[in-house]
């Protein structure tokens, strides 16, 4: 069993202000894959939130939500689901207060080749000074229950600095939040990761604030799947 990454789509960040923002999948989804969707936003007030929704009916669950904590507020909130069909989802982040005057939304697919995954935990950080170390950008720590598991990170910039890189053992996916075509968001992964404590983790050489989210999915549990072998004596 092994996870391996299918796609990502990365966005532009949107400028106008509106109550949602959508992106949608290059290619049909496999049923099982992991989905992951991203959002980060700015503005809507202290007390904004967001939900995600798909054009497939498919059902998002929330990771933890981060803030910037000024008054001029910046969001960012990973989601998860598992594909149920092979369409190519349209996935939509509807906010719950006004409308964020920049938003984005990035998406990634991830398949394990013994079936359907199951996810384990999650963690997401807000760091006003991380400063330049390596992996000093961290989602903060996280649990790992079964050996084999992927580990997802997402990381965003504040100042559009084109110079985030993956943590240790990590590869980054290609998905990007980007801000006048330069890149200032990021995902990455690792694949086949050990049972234990595992966060992930970026490093940029630019000191400034910035949001990580972590998602963790196992691989299926092992005896999973039970066949019975009758074997049938005859006098």
Not at 34 to 56: F, P, Q
Not at 185 to 204: D, I, P, V
Request: with cysteine.
């Amino acid at each position: 069993m092994a996870f391996t990454h299918v796609q990502g789509v990365s966005q532009e960040l949107q400028l106008s202000g509106s109550s949602t923002v959508a992106n949608t999948y290059g290619s049909a989804t496999a049923v099982d894959n992991a989905l992951t969707a991203t959002v980060t936003w700015y503005g809507g007030g202290t007390a904004s939130t967001c939900t995600v929704s798909d054009s497939e009916g498919t059902t998002w669950i929330a990771g933890t939500r981060v803030a910037s904590g000024d008054t001029s507020t910046f969001y960012q909130q990973a989601f998860y689901a598992f594909a149920t069909t092979t369409g190519t989802p349209t996935v939509t982040a509807t906010f719950s207060a006004g409308s964020p005057s920049s938003r984005a939304l990035l998406l990634d697919e991830f398949n394990e080749s013994g079936g359907k995954p199951v996810f384990d935990t999650e963690a997401a950080n807000n760091q006003a000074s991380p400063g330049t170390g390596t992996d000093a950008i961290t989602s903060g720590s996280m649990t790992i229950a079964q050996s084999g598991s992927l580990v997802y990170g997402f990381m965003q910039l504040f100042n559009g600095t084109n110079n985030g890189s993956a943590g240790t053992g990590f590869t980054l996916t290609g998905t990007q939040l980007t801000f006048s075509a330069t890149p200032y968001g990021y995902s990455e992964h690792k694949l086949n990761q050990a049972s234990g404590t595992q966060a992930a983790t970026f490093t940029t050489s630019v000191n400034q604030q910035t949001f990580c989210s972590g998602l963790v999915f196992s691989p299926p549990a092992a005896g999973g799947s039970i066949v019975v072998l009758r074997r049938r004596i005859e006098a």
